[in-house]
């Protein structure tokens, strides 16, 4: 193989991370209150799509996979994000209804991870959000057997194509469509520091409250 074109050395790729100090005593007194903190500074950061997040699901068996998604919202009782429930995280999650999500923000030397369980929003719930959507996005649900097979793009267009024949102006909500919600049992904040000496506070429930403690990086 010629040096110019030998992939780089992995074990060279490298990053010094640097950050404030994420203390105990600077901690809001939930996660959710402090994941808004983040948030916050994240999407004033002008991160691209702050909101991303990696969602990773299992089957019944036991058999992991991961994607990235759009949280939709979040406050006291979770962390919502819509989808098929047909797909294969709406497979794994009616199978097993626990998640784990990540927020990588790398350019602010942050993550977020969240793990509980799942929970299906209220039909009315999911109905008032895909209204919300732009016309095209709900069109796009209908069109979309997420995670089967598809032959063609010519065939995945031409479904979308007569849909939007089909329905002009005003889908309806589609039956096997909408929200999970997570429900956090356990929620870590990581702050990368110099040496990959990391700062990583976890808040875990016990009970009605929150126990926070400082994990080894």
Known sequence: MEAASRPPSLAGLRRTYQ???LLEADLAPD?????????????DAGLPEPNAMVVATSSAGGRPTARTVLLKDYDENGFVFYTN??????RDLTENP?????F?????????RVEGAVVRLPREESAAYFRSRPYGSRIGAWASRQSAVVHSR????ARYAELAERWPEDPPV???WGGFRVVPAEVEFWQGQLDRMHDRLRYRRSGASWVVERLAP
């Open 104 to 112: 990588p923000w790398h350019a602010l030397r942050r993550q977020v």
């Open 98 to 102: 626990r998640a784990g999500l990540l």
């Open 174 to 176: 589609p039956d096997f």
């Open 154 to 157: 010519e065939e995945l267009d």
């Open 31 to 43: 996660p959710v209150s402090q994941f808004a903190v983040w948030f916050g500074e994240a999407v």
């Open 19 to 21: 950050g404030l100090p």
């Open 85 to 90: 429930y047909e797909s294969r995280k709406g």
